[in-house]
T-cell receptor
């Protein structure tokens, strides 16, 4: 059974700082997603990573995938308050039909 | 309406009530999903439908009964729920030839409170 672990689960950072959220998964996955959820809102897809070494960037967020280490990272550059949200990674098990989510990282960016 | 919509957005029900959650997707997708999001727990997949056929039932208690009358609509019928069933119920849809593999688009969720 595929398990997905994120860390940290809670992250409080100052505006302008950089930080990385880590996502480890336990078995072979053929794609890795990052989602964002604002309080009281639904999940919004940010990135999908399909292959080893894949890197995608959108604004201050950059996601990468290392399939050998079964690790994805979401790097935040020069954080701004608008990035405050909960970020989920989710891995698709190569042999199955389901997406397994991590617990989420609750990010708070303070002025 | 665009994207994935869910109604109602909030629901309070007693343990003996029967209610239904509705999800509608306006994206032309061929797969739909129900997830449960509880506090401090990862999203839990409950059901998956592909072309109106259930392809995944993730050991969900029978007090939750899904229905997918067509590829645009998905229902979750609730009866004799327990307080621990209180959660945010999210619907999602996707398009592709491999269920679960393509990007899923989520609705806003129904916040359910069982008293």
């Amino acid at each position: 059974e595929l398990k997905v672990e994120q860390n940290p689960l809670f992250l409080s950072m100052q505006e302008g700082k950089n930080y990385t959220i880590y996502c480890n998964y336990s078995t072979t996955s053929d794609r890795l997603y990052w989602y964002r959820q604002d309080p009281g809102k639904s999940l919004e897809s940010l990135f999908v990573l399909l292959s080893n070494g894949a890197v995608k960037q959108e604004g201050r967020l950059m996601a990468s995938l290392d399939t050998k280490a079964r690790l994805s990272t979401l790097h935040i550059t020069a954080a701004v308050h608008d990035l405050s949200a909960t970020y989920f990674c989710a891995a698709h098990e190569a042999s199955g039909s389901r997406l397994t989510f991590g617990e989420g990282t609750q990010l708070t960016v303070n002025p | 309406e665009t994207g994935v919509t869910q109604t109602p957005r909030h629901l309070v029900m007693g343990m003996t009530n029967k209610k239904s959650l509705k999800c509608e997707q306006h994206l032309g997708h061929n797969a739909m999903y129900w997830y449960k999001q509880s506090a401090k727990k990862p999203l839990e997949l409950m059901f998956v439908y592909s072309l109106e056929e259930r392809v995944e039932n993730n050991s969900v208690p029978s007090r939750f009964s899904p229905e997918c009358p067509n590829s645009s609509h998905l229902f979750l019928h609730l009866h004799t729920l327990q307080p621990e069933d209180s959660a945010l119920y999210l619907c999602a849809s996707s398009q592709g030839d491999r269920v679960g593999k393509e990007t899923q688009y989520f609705g806003p969720g129904t916040r359910l409170l069982v008293l």
